[in-house]
């Protein structure tokens, strides 16, 4: 455990048997109960949540991982479940679900969501139509309480249930849940701090080896950025490739990590 005001290994706060608390007392277990509204209006818990090798302009206390924390999140079966396990409560917040591809019914939902975004944005592209920036991120969010009941107790002795998106599927996809257009009112804008969020979501899966998760979601991404009913930004998407198909250690801004371009990853 960590004093208030300094922030504890991030290994330990992930690993489900120690669950160390953040500079600010909370355990992961706890962020990952809180509800849509208070995921949305608490902007120091993203960065704990999805760290990354590079500092945080928003956070002083935001970890900076290190070449020792990559390769035990690596190699260490229980920080990726419960790394994925973070990574399915934002999917929810967004709207989202994470299913097995090999669903055959998900499977045909996403593909019928994606032909037809394609087809739209290709529409789209050809009128020429610019997204409208009059529009912003104040569109109102939902506090319905949305509890992942799936995050292990701190006394739990057992191994955790692995979730879909930490699984040894093979192949994940991310598609739309049943309250996607509730829930993507306050992030498909043309600009809002929620795409700050899944840029670094998107690098750091990347970074700690979540890197299917990290696929799916972009590609999830690609098929909403497509769909001419929402506005998203050009440069948001710019940002969010960046982050998916620049080399490991070069972060969307442009900033390069050494130690992590030394490593054979």
């Given at each position: 455990m960590?004093?208030?005001?300094?922030?504890?290994s991030?290994v330990?706060?992930?690993?489900?048997?120690?669950?160390?608390?953040?500079?600010?007392?909370r355990t992961?277990e706890q962020?990952?109960k809180?509800?849509?509204?208070k995921?949305e209006?608490?902007?120091d818990?993203?960065?704990?949540?999805f760290p990354?090798?590079?500092?945080s302009?928003?956070?002083?206390?935001a970890?900076?991982?290190d070449?020792?924390?990559?390769?035990?999140?690596?190699?260490?079966?229980?920080?990726?479940?419960?790394?994925?396990?973070?990574f399915d409560?934002?999917?929810?917040?967004?709207?989202f679900?994470?299913?097995?591809a090999?669903?055959?019914?998900d499977s045909?939902?996403?593909?019928?969501e994606?032909?037809?975004a394609?087809?739209?944005?290709k529409g789209?592209?050809?009128e020429?139509?610019?997204?409208?920036?009059?529009?912003?991120?104040?569109a109102g969010?939902?506090?319905?309480l949305?509890?992942?009941?799936?995050?292990p107790s701190?006394h739990?002795?057992?191994?955790?249930?692995k979730?879909?998106?930490?699984s040894?599927?093979?192949?994940?996809r991310?598609?739309?849940?049943?309250n996607?257009?509730?829930?993507s009112?306050?992030?498909?804008v043309?600009?809002?701090?929620?795409?700050l969020?899944?840029?670094?979501?998107l690098?750091?899966l990347?970074?700690l080896?979540?890197?299917?998760?990290c696929e799916?979601f972009?590609?999830?991404?690609?098929?909403?950025?497509?769909?001419?009913?929402?506005?998203?930004?050009?440069?948001?998407m710019?940002?969010?490739?960046r982050?998916?198909c620049?080399?490991l250690?070069?972060a969307?801004?442009?900033t390069?990590?050494?130690w992590l371009?030394?490593?054979?990853?």
């Amino acid at each position: 455990m960590s004093l208030r005001g300094q922030p504890p290994s991030i290994v330990d706060f992930y690993n489900p048997y120690i669950n160390a608390k953040d500079a600010h007392g909370r355990t992961r277990e706890q962020i990952l109960k809180w509800n849509n509204d208070k995921l949305e209006r608490s902007h120091d818990y993203i960065q704990i949540l999805f760290p990354l090798p590079e500092g945080s302009m928003f956070s002083y206390t935001a970890p900076i991982i290190d070449k020792k924390t990559v390769e035990e999140f690596r190699t260490n079966g229980h920080l990726q479940t419960t790394l994925g396990q973070a990574f399915d409560r934002m999917m929810r917040f967004y709207g989202f679900e994470v299913v097995s591809a090999l669903d055959s019914a998900d499977s045909a939902k996403q593909a019928e969501e994606c032909a037809a975004a394609e087809e739209k944005g290709k529409g789209k592209a050809a009128e020429g139509e610019e997204h409208d920036e009059g529009r912003n991120g104040s569109a109102g969010t939902t506090a319905s309480l949305d509890v992942d009941p799936s995050v292990p107790s701190a006394h739990d002795t057992k191994l955790p249930e692995k979730s879909v998106a930490s699984s040894g599927v093979h192949h994940l996809r991310v598609i739309r849940g049943v309250n996607f257009e509730e829930r993507s009112k306050n992030w498909c804008v043309q600009m809002d701090h929620n795409h700050l969020r899944i840029s670094r979501i998107l690098r750091s899966l990347r970074v700690l080896g979540l890197q299917r998760q990290c696929e799916a979601f972009f590609e999830a991404l690609t098929n909403v950025y497509n769909d001419p009913k929402t506005t998203i930004g050009k440069s948001s998407m710019m940002f969010w490739r960046r982050a998916v198909c620049e080399p490991l250690h070069i972060a969307p801004d442009g900033t390069e990590c050494k130690w992590l371009k030394a490593l054979a990853l």
